[in-house]
């Protein structure tokens, strides 16, 4: 199409120029890396909170396990003639169905118990410890008995396997006789 002004000519052309391609490429190109990038952050964000999430999940559950059992039936530990505590540090492994003193208990992504830390698809590990106040040492050997006035406390911690980050911890007091 051809335009006449002030009396000379001027021919314009249609279509893009190749400057004009390589900036819209380049647009294009930066708004496509941008959400990929904003994509990553938003799935990675979800991702943790779906550990945090489960690791308070497999925290809480078994410290409900522990008040099942109740403060009678739990395992006794050691005593420490320095702190005049009692503490137990283990887990239940529910492959066997028992305590295991200094053991520790090994979970998957959807909180299902796995046989051991190199498992398939294992992301936390939990470990409990129970300690005891107001006890009655048997300063002959390292074991005590509980009294009247004995108090019991159990700690669960989660870990994430992949670092050893401690992703949940809490605690409750266990009372003999319950309540």
Do not use: C, H
Not at 16 to 30: D, K, P, R
Not at 47 to 76: C, F, H
Not at 110 to 133: H, N
Request: aromatic residues 10%; charged residues 15%; proline residues 2%.
């Amino acid at each position: 199409m051809a335009t006449t002004m002030a009396g000379s000519r001027r021919r314009t052309r249609l279509g893009f120029t190749i400057i004009e391609g390589i900036v819209a490429a380049l647009i294009m190109a930066l708004a496509i890396a941008g959400m990929f990038a904003g994509w990553n952050a938003i799935d990675w964000r979800y991702y943790s909170t779906r550990e945090a999430v489960q690791a308070a999940q497999i925290g809480r559950g078994e410290l409900e396990r522990a008040k099942v059992y109740g403060a009678d039936n739990l395992p006794v530990g050691s005593y420490d003639t320095n702190t005049q505590l009692g503490t137990w540090t283990g887990s239940y492994i529910s492959s066997s169905g028992t305590w295991s003193s200094g053991g520790t208990a090994y979970y998957d992504l959807t909180g299902t118990p796995v046989a051991s830390s190199t498992a398939a698809g294992v992301k936390f590990s939990a470990q409990m410890t129970i300690t005891d106040s107001d006890v009655r040492p048997n300063l002959a050997n390292t074991s005590y008995a509980f009294t009247v006035t004995s108090k019991r406390a159990a700690v669960i911690t989660v870990r994430r396997i992949s670092d050893s980050q401690i992703l949940f911890t809490q605690g409750t007091n266990l009372v003999r006789g319950g309540i």
